[in-house]
């Protein structure tokens, strides 16, 4: 007769996060000690780590700060993986999210690999993953980092299902004078996800390879020559307005764009950044 009952099971999963039948062998294994059985989890889910690499992780969730700076605000925005939305509303995931997050904020790193690095209670970030890989069973993957700053940094997080946390994250930097819309044009971002923030900072290679392609195909659709100049000028500004943000029709108001809309207020947007999980 198992010595565990059905809310062992529960508990032991709730405070692990890991699956029915781990948990489940853990609890015989350990003869229904509970602290046992979580060492026993936590020892088994180390050794298969490499076994998880060639996984898929392309679930998860965003999480992010805005905090005040000399200068004025700096925001940070990470993205954390895991294999399933189980793992991801799980509260021990959730906590380990946040733990990421206020080290990326201490450290100031600025990218997923320093942040690997980084130091918290003894133990890098890195290692600090891979107990939770350990723990959950599941590849964990810290992704990507975002770290913004400005006068004013605005942040929006979008839950794509409210039974999950955030799955999108959006940091937009203005000065002051434009703060006023500023959470709004995130909101449009985190909507429209556009890639630049205007022309000048679409690679050139990128306008290159678009213009060729526009070209091609206008050809192949047989206009006239002296055309395709005026044509081909049409189909890059619509490819623009696609993937610039100030060249995007407003959300909130598609008969203006979110350019004009900023330079109503007299301000400016600096930059931004949107991570949408798996994306």
Do not use: W
Not at 34 to 60: D, H, M, P, Y
Request: hydrophobic share 40%; aromatic share 4%.
């Amino acid at each position: 007769m198992a010595n565990y009952s059905l809310n062992d099971i529960k508990a032991l999963r709730e405070a692990t996060g890991a699956g029915m039948m781990d948990v489940k062998k853990a609890l015989e294994e350990a003869n229904g000690d509970r602290e046992k059985a979580v060492e026993i989890i936590r020892v088994k889910g180390l050794k298969g780590i490499a076994k998880r690499e060639g996984r898929s992780a392309s679930a998860g969730l965003v999480v992010a700060k805005v905090i005040d700076s000399a200068e004025g605000q700096v925001g940070v925005l990470v993205e954390i993986n895991s294999e399933t939305d189980f793992v991801a509303k799980n509260e021990k995931f959730i906590d380990f999210a946040n733990t990421v997050l206020a080290a990326a904020i201490e450290s100031g790193a600025t990218s997923a690999e320093e942040l690997a690095k980084v130091e918290v209670e003894g133990q890098s970030v890195q290692a600090l993953t891979d107990g939770m890989q350990a723990v959950i069973g599941e590849k964990i993957v810290v992704r990507r980092l975002a770290r913004l700053s400005g006068e004013v940094v605005s942040l929006y997080l979008h839950r794509t299902n409210p039974d999950l946390p955030a799955q999108v994250g959006v940091l937009v930097s203005t000065d002051k004078a434009a703060e006023e819309v500023a959470h709004d044009v995130a909101m449009h971002i985190a909507a429209y996800s556009p890639k630049y923030l205007d022309r000048t900072q679409v690679p050139a290679e990128d306008v290159e390879k678009e213009r060729a392609i526009v070209e091609e195909t206008t050809r192949a659709e047989g206009k006239p020559e002296k055309a395709l100049p005026k044509i081909v000028e049409g189909r890059m500004n619509a490819f623009y307005k696609e993937n610039c943000l100030v060249d995007q029709a407003y959300a909130k108001d598609p008969k203006t764009t979110v350019g004009k809309v900023v330079a109503a207020t007299g301000g400016k947007i600096n930059g931004f950044a949107r991570f949408r999980v798996g994306a």
